[in-house]
């Protein structure tokens, strides 16, 4: 497919829980983002990826969550010991070029539900 | 500081109207003002942007005004079609920086 791909679509889950969301971007795109939006808001901003290496984490809400592109592609985006507050979508989205001025390309999301 | 509010959060216009929605933000260093489109379970996607040197942008039915003192902006959607019936949310970027900072969306029904 041409677009941002995330598996799952779909993740229901115990408190406590480890989980993992899963990025693989449009091909060629160096810069990768993670967002997260909860139900009825807008999409809050949580890590950005350049490369391989996370340019800024500074949207992280705590050391539970962790996010990793050890290749430069996919993207993989980890919560430990899951809290219901951690219910959401996570949305990926993907851009050819850095800088906030190029053009995001979002996935369609990993919804997550905390039970 | 880093805030984006936006209203309406809903919005309900008749085909063939204009729909506005406003958006405000406080951080005068914001330089860059996106607007995105999001369909129910898809994921957010890009409509129009502008930047605060120009005060109107158009692209066919969809229209951004840049009100700079008053540190203001907003969409207009001429001849609004159902097909626009969407959540639409504003944002604001930092030059410099990767982050966006979104608004809480506005949900449009366009009626037919």
């Known amino acids: 497919g041409a677009g941002v791909s995330q598996t799952p679509s779909n993740k229901v889950t115990e408190k406590g829980k480890y989980v993992e969301l899963r990025c693989d971007p449009i091909?060629?795109?160096?810069?990768l983002y993670w967002y997260r939006q909860s139900l009825g808001q807008g999409p809050e901003f949580l890590i950005y990826?350049?490369?391989?290496?996370?340019?800024?984490d500074s949207g992280l809400p705590n050391d539970r969550f962790f996010a990793v592109r050890p290749e430069g592609s996919v993207s993989t985006l980890k919560i430990q010991r899951t809290e219901r507050g951690d219910s959401a979508v996570y949305l990926c989205?993907?851009?050819?070029?850095?800088?906030?001025?190029?053009?995001?390309?979002f996935g369609e999301g990993s919804r997550l539900t905390v039970l | 500081q880093q805030q984006v509010k936006q209203s309406p959060q809903s919005l309900i216009v008749q085909k063939g109207g204009i729909s506005i929605i406003n958006c405000a933000y406080e951080?005068?260093?914001?330089?860059?003002f996106p607007w995105y489109q999001q369909f129910p379970g898809k994921g957010p996607a890009l409509l129009i942007a502008?930047?605060?040197?120009?005060s109107e942008k158009k692209e066919g039915r969809f229209t951004i005004s840049f009100n700079k003192s008053a540190k203001q902006f907003s969409l207009h959607i001429m001849d609004s079609q159902p097909g626009d019936s969407a959540t639409y949310f504003c944002?604001?970027?930092?030059?410099?920086?990767?982050?966006?900072?979104f608004g809480k969306g506005t949900k449009l029904t366009v009626n037919p």
């Open positions: 951080n005068t260093a914001f330089d860059y």
């Open positions: 091909s060629g795109h160096t810069a």
């Open positions: 990826f350049q490369g391989t290496g996370a340019a800024d």
């Open positions: 944002a604001a970027g930092l030059g410099g920086s990767e982050k966006l900072v």
């Open positions: 989205a993907s851009s050819l070029y850095r800088g906030v001025a190029g053009e995001l390309f």
């Open positions: 502008i930047r605060p040197d120009v």
